[in-house]
């Protein structure tokens, strides 16, 4: 008995030493860079456009070479069990809030359902109550209009675009900085890193959270002939596990735009060091779903859109030299969710939010800390399917059950050998579902049109409802635009709530034909209106094909003209805001792409 009680106590000074030797080791890590001389770390988050898993040469695709991704994976941690979800605006919502995208009022990727809920807290707003300079260059794909606008969710600094994807990628019109709409600088990736090696530039003193999601390699498929011509005509080595499905030529168009990526980061990396805070800025690279095309990917079955392991299965390499090891590998399971309370938990930043995290910090894992990591679930779902990952199996939306350390392709259903497990998931799945509230999701909710705090509004036809013979450009409403306008009885409406009373000047940007000049248009919402006539032509043709290594299957665009429909004076309330026409002397009145709202009295 005598020597239980001495090995019971022995166990007990060994584990409060070892406890003393872990809490010294994190206090030496933070006195790295908490001295004298020392300040927060900066933080940059690449997040990257329809790249799979295996749209890397560090990930064993021999198709192509991505020489300053890798080096980025090899100086810092790589994650090979880290998930996103299926599409882009839910994976944007998790990083963003660090919970499960249904909870913040995600359900779509267009007309409306990509928007953020306005009582979430983002990971920018965090940094910038912790005095950081933040800034956001690429597709934003969470909501267009104030506040739900990226310079409404923590962002000081805004270039981008607000939709799902975009029509053209060589200096395209309708770019937003800020809520004003500019026009593009070159091709549109590389113009975006211009924009964040600017503000990298301009806070070199400061700490600045910076997120460049970019917006490649999702279609269309354009891309300069600088990175174009090594593919054009390769023999690919690697094709997807069925080559019947690839379509070798959108490969050869992917692959090119991931060298694009790469090239940027390159120049990241390079700025980075020119500056001098290399060793003071974190730097997080991950993709936002799977693949956009049957195309290699490390034999994982399904892609974008799928919940199988080829739709959510994303690299993440985390980079902090001198803080989290060089080839690092980490191998247990992590998730979007977890991203908000990793990098915030390195910082130093608070993390006081609006509303309990799912995700958790990943902070043991990068620093070695964590020893045992307790198991967990992983929940992925879109489109009514719902899968599920624990440390070594996956149960898919069927049912099915894959032990993925022994079949990573999903091609044997263990379900039946481990009824008991898969009861449990399934189980699982169905509490999940109901606690994260996905069959009741708030749906109706109007488009804000004005705000105290912000001059613009702008409200794309991707956002409005056509009525009568009016047609959308496209079926995919991302960068459409409205044509057939052809009677008195058609009009377009947007589901609008005025939130903030006064004058506003009114432009529509528009084309028309010379032999259809001349019609008068009326724009009312409730008891107020604003009439404009057209007076000049403007019959610009599509465009976009031009530039596509593969034919697209959105909306082909066009040069649209600004018309200045005049000023209207609006009340707060909800309602209709109906564009229709009083006059039509010509065949048809006119294209539409979109509308925008200048408060005079801000």
């Not at 964040?196 to 070199?204: G, H, W, Y």
């Not at 624990?390 to 079949?407: A, F, S, V």
């Not at 377009?492 to 005025?498: G, Q, R, S």
Request: charged share 25%; glycine share 8%; with cysteine.
């Amino acid at each position: 008995m005598g020597i239980n009680n001495g090995l019971r106590k022995w166990g007990i000074l060994v584990g409060i030493i070892t406890a003393l030797l872990c809490i010294a080791e994190s206090e030496a890590v933070a006195m790295q860079q908490t001295g004298p001389e020392a300040r927060s770390p900066n933080v940059i988050v690449i997040l990257t456009d329809d790249q799979g898993w295996g749209d890397l040469s560090i990930n064993g695709n021999k198709n192509l070479d991505t020489p300053a991704i890798d080096a980025l994976a090899k100086s810092g941690a790589s994650f090979s069990n880290f998930y996103v979800s299926p599409v882009c605006s839910p994976t944007r919502a998790e990083l963003l809030t660090g919970r499960y995208f249904p909870r913040s009022g995600v359900y779509s990727t267009s007309a409306g359902g990509e928007r953020l809920a306005l009582d979430e807290t983002t990971i920018a707003e965090l940094f910038k109550r912790a005095g950081y300079k933040t800034a956001i260059f690429g597709k934003w794909h969470n909501g267009m209009q104030y506040p739900y606008h990226p310079n409404g969710r923590g962002f000081d600094e805004f270039y981008g675009f607000a939709s799902g994807h975009w029509g053209d990628y060589f200096s395209p019109q309708f770019l937003d900085r800020n809520g004003k709409l500019v026009q593009g600088e070159g091709y549109l990736s590389n113009d975006l890193t211009d924009h964040a090696l600017s503000f990298m530039k301009q806070n070199s003193e400061n700490p600045f959270f910076l997120y460049i999601p970019f917006n490649i390699p999702h279609s269309p498929m354009q891309v300069p002939d600088r990175w174009w011509n090594k593919f054009k005509n390769k023999e690919l080595a690697m094709h997807h596990r069925d080559p019947k499905k690839e379509n070798l030529q959108f490969t050869r168009a992917a692959l090119a735009m991931c060298e694009n990526i790469d090239w940027n980061v390159g120049r990241i990396f390079e700025q980075l060091e020119e500056l001098e805070i290399a060793e003071n800025t974190i730097v997080v690279y991950a993709s936002d779903n799977g693949p956009n095309s049957w195309r290699w990917n490390d034999g994982l079955k399904g892609r974008k859109g799928s919940t199988d392991e080829g739709g959510i299965r994303s690299p993440l390499f985390i980079r902090w030299p001198g803080i989290i090891k060089s080839g690092l590998e980490v191998t247990e399971t992590a998730s979007a969710i977890d991203l908000l309370p990793t990098l915030a938990d390195l910082a130093g930043v608070d993390i006081k939010t609006n509303h309990p995290l799912d995700g958790v910090s990943l902070k043991p894992l990068l620093l070695q800390q964590a020893s045992p990591w307790p198991e967990r679930l992983i929940y992925s779902h879109w489109n009514g399917r719902t899968s599920v990952r624990n440390g070594t199996y996956r149960l898919d939306h069927k049912g099915r059950l894959y032990n993925l350390e022994d079949d990573r392709g999903q091609y044997h259903d263990v379900s039946g050998k481990y009824s008991r497990l898969t009861k449990a998931l399934k189980d699982s799945v169905k509490s999940w579902e109901r606690e994260v509230g996905l069959h009741n999701i708030a749906k109706d909710r109007p488009f804000p049109l004005g705000h105290s705090d912000f001059k613009y509004t702008q409200l794309p036809a991707r956002d409005g409802v056509p009525h009568g013979k009016v047609k959308r450009s496209n079926p995919y409403p991302n960068a459409s635009f409205f044509t057939n306008w052809t009677t008195r009885k058609d009009s377009i409406t947007w589901d609008v709530e005025v939130l903030a009373e006064g004058k506003y000047d009114v432009t529509i940007y528009y084309t028309c034909p010379p032999e259809d000049v001349g019609s008068t248009v009326s724009l009312r919402f409730g008891s107020r209106s604003v009439e404009g006539k057209i007076t000049e032509a403007h019959n610009p043709p599509l465009e976009g094909m031009q530039q596509d290594r593969v034919k697209r299957i959105e909306s082909y665009v066009k040069d649209f003209r600004p018309m200045q429909l005049g000023t209207i004076e609006l009340e707060k309330g909800r309602g209709p805001l109906t564009l229709k026409a009083k006059e039509i002397p010509g065949d048809q009145v006119m294209d539409v792409r979109l509308l925008m709202f200048t408060r005079i009295d801000k």
